[in-house]
């Protein structure tokens, strides 16, 4: 399948500064990107889905201005989180599409673990 | 969307075929059942997907019955690396969004 990859794959921050995680498709274009949190033991819970050169569309109860979706390439998505919390500490994941037929499938990034210290 | 419910865990005997299945009785004509599975802290790899005719991929085979509203997919020889959480998820088709339900913890046991 197609490649998706996160950076970073880890990271520890400070409580109160912002983080970026970026996420690119390797070898295709990725007109939509999606972000999700998972917490421990919990499902994936879908944030955001971006599409290249537009605004991102946030899920009800996800901060707009907390987080930060920025997809201004056809390879290239990121996530900040700003001004950090130690609740914010989580597994955070993209995915990339690269068509719009219903028969296109999602690729996944292998993840970031945010820690808020 | 359509939601999907899925037993929350099974075990398989390494070497045997796990069927997992998962409902989806409000599912629309135009939704696709995409099967994808999350091993311990990484992203969710793709398995399979359909929408109306039974797919097979050197992964996986995916059911789907004829009412379309429930699905089981089939992984032939199941081997320890198979030991994972399998999502069942009915893709909105205007959005293209995948929303996760809890999924199948899948167990295989030598």
């Known amino acids: 399948g197609a490649v998706v990859s996160q950076h970073p794959s880890w990271v520890i921050c400070k409580s109160g500064t912002s983080v970026k995680i970026e996420c690119r498709s390797l070898?295709?274009?990725?007109?939509?990107m999606f972000w999700y949190r998972q917490f421990p033991k919990q499902s994936l819970m879908l944030m955001a889905t971006s599409n290249e050169g537009s605004k991102a569309t946030y899920e009800q109860g996800v901060e707009k201005d907390k987080f930060l979706i920025n997809h201004a390439s056809l390879t290239l998505s990121t996530l900040t989180v700003t001004s950090a919390h130690p609740e914010d500490s989580s597994f955070y994941i993209c995915?990339?599409?690269?068509?719009?037929?219903?028969?296109?499938?999602?690729?996944f990034g292998q993840g970031t673990r945010l820690t808020v210290v | 969307d359509a939601k999907t419910t899925q037993p929350p865990s099974m075990d398989c005997a390494e070497g045997r075929a796990a069927n997992l299945p998962c409902n989806h009785s409000?599912?629309?004509?135009?939704?696709?059942v995409y099967w994808y599975r999350q091993i311990h802290s990484q992203g969710p790899q793709y398995i399979i997907h359909?929408?109306?005719n039974n797919e097979t991929n050197e992964m996986a085979s995916l059911i789907i019955t004829e009412d379309r509203k429930s699905s089981t997919l089939i992984l032939p020889h199941a081997t320890l690396r198979d030991t994972a959480v399998y999502y069942c998820i009915v893709r909105a088709s205007n959005t293209g969004k995948l929303i996760f339900g809890q999924g199948t913890t899948l167990q295989v046991k030598p």
């Open positions: 359909g929408l109306k």
């Open positions: 409000t599912i629309s004509g135009n939704e696709y």
């Open positions: 995915s990339a599409r690269g068509g719009w037929e219903g028969n296109t499938e999602a690729f």
């Open positions: 070898d295709f274009q990725a007109t939509t």
